[in-house]
């Protein structure tokens, strides 16, 4: 591998270049060489279209009955679940209702969000890369992921839906 800095000629699978110490990590990383790949891969989350929809937040010890009927109103797939100090614990979506809750549980109004919940979920900020969302939404198969500030409270909700309508639009 060439060195991009002193071009020393390096072996492959080195880190560092042998001469000079500069990085050779990058050198084997895709680049975006069209405009749609330097949308995807550079362009932060930010840089999407705003959501029509406000983020759908419970707090932590709410039924699942106040949860799914949230969710119904607001005709979304996920409510996020927080603590009291507004930092976000879990979310609970369409796939945990069917999965864990639809057949199991007799009485909503008794079981808590909580109980139910995928807790500690994958989360992303808003400087970060689309290509980020795309990354783990394809190896975890997510529909959706919760966007947080610094504090880890949830400000937004990225979707499948969302990015497909961005590369529906593109090229």
Not at 50 to 70: D, K, Y
Request: charged share 20%; glycine share 4%; proline share 8%.
């Amino acid at each position: 591998m060439i060195c991009p800095a002193c071009s020393y000629e390096n072996m492959p699978g080195q880190d560092e270049c042998a001469k000079c110490m500069a990085s050779l990590q990058q050198e084997d990383v895709p680049q975006p060489d069209t405009p749609t790949r330097w949308r995807i891969m550079v362009d932060p989350i930010s840089s999407l279209e705003p959501s029509t929809v406000e983020v759908q937040v419970v707090a932590a010890g709410a039924s699942l009955e106040a949860a799914i009927r949230q969710m119904q109103e607001q005709n979304v797939g996920y409510v996020l679940v927080t603590d009291p100090a507004g930092k976000l614990t879990g979310i609970f979506t369409e796939h945990d209702l069917l999965c864990k809750v639809i057949g199991e549980v007799s009485d909503l109004n008794a079981a808590t969000v909580d109980q139910y919940m995928t807790p500690n979920p994958t989360t992303l900020k808003l400087t970060e890369p689309i290509k980020h969302a795309l990354h783990f939404m394809a190896i975890n198969q997510f529909m959706y992921i919760p966007l947080v500030n610094d504090d880890d409270q949830p400000i937004g909700m990225l979707s499948f839906r969302r990015i497909a309508r961005l590369l529906e639009h593109m090229e």
